[in-house]
């Protein structure tokens, strides 16, 4: 119901920063909230940030806190992830995802395809 496109992944030296954005369509008026998560080599996936359809409540990863920001648009349709002093081990590929609830289908979440993030000298 929910489809979801990351963009804004690459390649930067250490210290550097990205800006993810991810522009949501289909069902938007159905979104509650929409998280960052990120799967590295070899690591288990993360959950890196949460922010509510309000956008006054987010969470982070102790990983990524004072580094990382989440935010999203009035509009609700695109959310941003800004990354800061970026490390080599938040190298990983960055997926969007977006819960959604409605009456007939109830809690749900969407995933988007991903976007590469590679922190490297």
């Known amino acids: 119901q929910v489809q979801l496109v990351e963009s804004g992944g690459g390649l930067v030296q250490p210290g550097g920063s990205l800006r993810l954005s991810c522009a949501a369509s289909?069902?938007?008026?159905?979104?509650?909230?929409m998280d960052w998560h990120r799967q590295a080599p070899g690591k288990q996936r993360e959950l890196v940030a949460t922010?509510?359809?309000?956008?006054?409540?987010?969470n982070y990863a102790d990983s990524v806190k004072g580094r990382f920001t989440i935010s999203r648009t009035g509009a609700k349709n695109t959310v941003y992830l800004q990354m800061n002093s970026l490390k080599p081990e938040d190298t990983a590929v960055y997926y969007c995802?977006?819960?959604?609830?409605?009456?007939?289908?109830?809690?749900?979440?969407?995933w988007g395809q991903g976007t590469q993030v590679t922190v490297s000298s």
């Open positions: 995802t977006a819960r959604t609830y409605d009456v007939e289908n109830g809690f749900m979440s969407s």
């Open positions: 289909g069902s938007i008026r159905s979104i509650v909230a």
């Open positions: 922010i509510t359809t309000s956008g006054t409540n987010t």
